[in-house]
């Protein structure tokens, strides 16, 4: 299981083992599948995440996953007959990949919200650092989490703006509103941004990020470690 206090190379290493492993498990291997799930119901509730939060992180994507795997029921190269459904013809093969697909890709959803959820910019710079990457890699890194917050500040202001003035519009013309809006956005974002930088370099940026700690793999990191290793040896080894 994920810990929220566990060094960033160990829960990288879980999300990988854990991926791995339930790419390599059979559909219909429902034991192994519902312990894999086990696993990570008891990662969300060790790490005392907020399941509502965990959830709406997982609705974010799913939703376009949905929308590409919608018409594989209905295709298949299996001569098995097809079952019909109102108008449709729903093939067996077809959707037994559509239900493995969709059951998967939840399920490694949930795992990286896990590590989202539990991870904080300032652990993968850390990591990032030990594993002794290029300054100006950190520095993309390090910029790039500060122009998301510019991001974040900068649209409720248009969004304010735009409902201030806000006058009957049709569709035509408010797309086409909404289009000189992003672009006055951007370039406000990117404005931002550039003040943001220069302000650094004028207080002694040297491309260097300095942390005041980093991370550290304690006893704690090697014990879970082997549970987990022990975990995904065992899933391996039955499926």
Not at 123 to 138: R, T
Not at 143 to 166: D, G, H, N
Not at 194 to 209: H, S
Request: aromatic content about 14%.
């Amino acid at each position: 299981m994920i810990h929220r206090a566990s060094d960033i190379r160990l829960k990288l290493l879980l999300v990988l083992f854990f991926i791995i492993t339930l790419l390599m498990t059979d559909m219909h291997q429902t034991g192994l599948l519902l312990l894999l799930g086990s696993w990570l119901f008891i990662s969300a509730w060790f790490s005392k995440i907020d399941l509502v939060l965990l959830l709406k992180k997982v609705l974010k994507v799913y939703p376009m996953i949905l929308l590409i795997t919608i018409f594989i029921p209905f295709s298949s190269t299996d001569p098995t007959p097809a079952t019909n459904f109102l108008i449709f013809k729903i093939h067996p093969e077809g959707l037994t990949r559509f239900l493995e697909i969709n059951i998967k890709f939840i399920m490694i959803l949930v795992c990286t919200g896990i590590f989202n959820l539990t991870t904080n910019s300032q652990q993968i710079l850390s990591a990032l650092q030990s594993l002794g990457l290029a300054h100006w890699i950190q520095a993309i890194f390090f910029l790039m989490q500060r122009y998301m917050s510019v991001l974040r500040t900068e649209l409720p202001r248009q969004v304010l703006a735009f409902r201030s003035r806000y006058i009957y519009l049709n569709l035509i013309q408010r797309l086409r509103y909404i289009s000189g809006l992003l672009s006055v956005f951007i370039v406000r974002t990117f404005g931002r941004g550039e003040r943001l930088y220069l302000a650094m370099l004028n207080r002694g940026f040297n491309g260097q990020i300095y942390l005041p700690q980093r991370q550290k793999w304690t006893i704690g990191d090697s014990l879970l470690l082997g549970v987990n290793l022990l975990f995904f040896t065992v899933v391996f080894l039955f499926r």
